[in-house]
């Protein structure tokens, strides 16, 4: 995943929100009909509204993982509901592959859902009394793909979650991260284009959580769907995102790579999820590389500048010389010392790029 070329400004977006409200009230509506287009959400607070999204406005781009991240009513849910239009955003601009949802009619709605969208909810919703392979088939079938078509695409589906062998299981008899997976399968048996997850590993326990994530990095690595992913969890947030938003009361506070936000958290509330997060887990080994000397003696072992640091930590630490640093090409684009890993594990590092 590289989130650079994925945020060139040369590649459309598949989502933009552009100043995006979702307000809530008895008078939200009139009050938005007052206000001629120019919203001022202490106004709608003063009189009692909730502001559960606050003027958003961001980018999504192809393949590229954001991850909407903030505590317990900070307006995660809400902003993605408003961009799967099952709740409607009270003002801003919507878009979905350039067309505007808002503007849509409900049968242009329902046929972007039907053709783009894949929705993964904390609720697994698998239909009790239908077993692995009839839960992933059905919405095929509602589709009006054919019984034979719909049961062999299922088949592929169970084998991408490796939940081969337990087709003909009923829900009952699966583990909470089993029926995630079907749940996740039976999503992408529509083969969504766009994918919203809202909270999908909470239900989880924390080794099962931590195997989905891996699950999940692994099927968007051979999938590269555009993916919006809300979660409260900001470890989880940054094992898994190209970006995170970070909400707080309505407003997202910031937007950012993982690596950016631990080193330049924009705001003092961004900064008190960044204290606790060790940088090697989150930056990537091209932050704290050094420029290739020619004709300097390196050692036989090469890393990637893509590599997180706390994966090859101790194999650079357990060699002397100089590692190489190279490219997807093989190409070598810096070295790395000892010393760099050392003082990002133990040092100041806060000359970083990431
Ligand atoms: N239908 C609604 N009517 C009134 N207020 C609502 C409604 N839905 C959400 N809210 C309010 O909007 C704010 C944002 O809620 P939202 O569910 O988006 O938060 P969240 O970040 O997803 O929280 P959680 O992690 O607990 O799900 C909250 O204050 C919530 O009470």
């Known amino acids: 995943m590289s989130v650079q070329t994925k945020t060139s400004s040369a590649l459309e977006p598949v989502i933009r929100c552009e100043s995006v409200y979702k307000i809530f009230g008895d ?25 559960g999204v606050n003027n958003a406005s961001f980018e999504v781009y192809p393949g590229e993982l954001l991850i909407i991240m903030g505590l317990s009513g900070s307006g995660k849910s809400t902003l993605l509901r408003c961009i799967s239009k099952l709740t ?13 949802i808002l503007k849509m009619s409900n049968k242009q709605l329902i046929e972007l859902r039907r053709s783009k969208m894949g929705m993964v909810f904390q609720s697994f919703a698998l239909l009790p009394h ?6 992933i088939a059905f919405p095929l079938q509602v589709k ?27 829900p009952r008899d699966l583990s909470g991260g089993q029926q995630q997976r079907v749940g996740i399968a039976r999503s992408l048996a529509i083969e969504p284009d766009i994918w919203f997850l809202d909270e999908p590993f909470s239900a989880l326990d924390p080794l099962i959580r931590r195997e989905m994530q891996d699950e999940f ?57 960044t204290e606790q997060v060790p940088r090697e887990k989150v930056l990537k080994i091209k932050a704290i590389m050094e420029p290739f ?29 100089p590692v190489a640093v190279v490219d997807e ?11 760099n890993v050392v003082s990002t594990l133990f040092g100041d590092n806060a000359s970083v790029q990431p």
């Not at 008078?27 to 919203?39: R, T």
């Not at 955003?89 to 979905?96: D, Q, R, Y």
């Not at 009006?144 to 009923?170: C, H, P, W």
């Not at 968007?220 to 992913?229: G, P, R």
Request: net charge negative.
């Open 27 to 51: 008078n939200a509506e009139k009050m938005m009909k007052e206000s001629g287009g120019v919203v001022d959400a202490e106004k709608f607070k003063e009189a009692g509204c909730i502001v």
């Open 88 to 100: 409607t955003a009270s003002a801003g601009e919507i878009f979905v592959e350039g067309d505007d």
């Open 130 to 135: 239908k077993t692995v392979l009839e839960n």
């Open 144 to 170: 009006g793909i054919s019984t034979s078509e719909s049961i062999k695409r299922a088949q592929e589906m169970i084998d991408l979650v490796s939940l081969t062998g337990r087709e003909n299981y009923f």
């Open 217 to 273: 990095l692994r099927l968007q690595e051979s999938l590269n769907k555009t993916i919006l992913f809300v979660t409260h969890d900001f470890d989880e947030a940054l094992r898994l995102a190209d970006r995170i938003a970070i909400m707080k009361d309505g407003v997202i506070e910031q937007l950012d790579t993982p690596a950016n936000i631990v080193l330049h958290p924009a705001t003092e509330y961004v900064r008190k999820f």
């Open 293 to 321: 000397v020619p004709g300097e003696t390196l050692s036989e072992l090469e890393v990637s500048g893509e590599d997180i640091i706390a994966t090859v930590a101790e194999e650079v630490l357990n060699d002397d010389r």
């Open 329 to 339: 090409n093989d190409k070598v684009i810096g070295i790395l010392h000892r010393a």
